[in-house]
Nanobody, 123 residues
Framework: QVQLVESGGGLVQAGGSLRLSCTAS???????MGWFRQAPGKEREFVAA????????RLADSVKGRFTIARDGARNTMSLRMDSLKPEDTAVYFC?????????????????WGQGTQVTVSS
């Protein structure tokens, strides 16, 4: 069974920074991973993703220049560094994974999901 464990998140003032981490464990050797977020009353939206070997990454236009996705040490880990945070970044952030090698940006393409971690940015 695949498990995704997230850490990080919390409350920060606008302009501040936070770092999220996610580790995947289970029977597969490699996972491509991504971050999605969902604000109250809104659909889940793509934030960032990396390919299984972390050679390819992608960011949503709304976070480019502010967020950075990277492998966080071991192969099946991922971090999301969030700088210059804005109140509109407030949401529950979800780590997700799939078994294809490429970057994917649609929630339906992801097979495995973490429980989510709250990020709140105050103005």
């Amino acid at each position: 069974q695949v498990q995704l464990v997230e850490s990080g998140g919390g409350l920060v003032q606008a302009g501040g920074s936070l770092r999220l981490s996610c580790t995947a464990s289970g029977p597969f050797s490699s996972y491509a991973m991504g971050w999605f977020r969902q604000a109250p009353g809104k659909e889940r939206e793509f934030v960032a993703a990396r390919s299984w070997n972390a050679d390819d990454t992608r960011l949503a236009d709304s976070v480019k220049g502010r967020f950075t996705i990277a492998r966080d040490g071991a192969r099946n880990t991922m971090s999301l560094r969030m700088d210059s945070l804005k109140p509109e970044d407030t949401a529950v952030y979800f780590c997700a994974a799939h078994l294809r090698a490429i970057v994917l940006t649609t929630p339906d393409d992801y097979r495995f999901w973490g429980q989510g971690t709250q990020v709140t940015v105050s103005s």
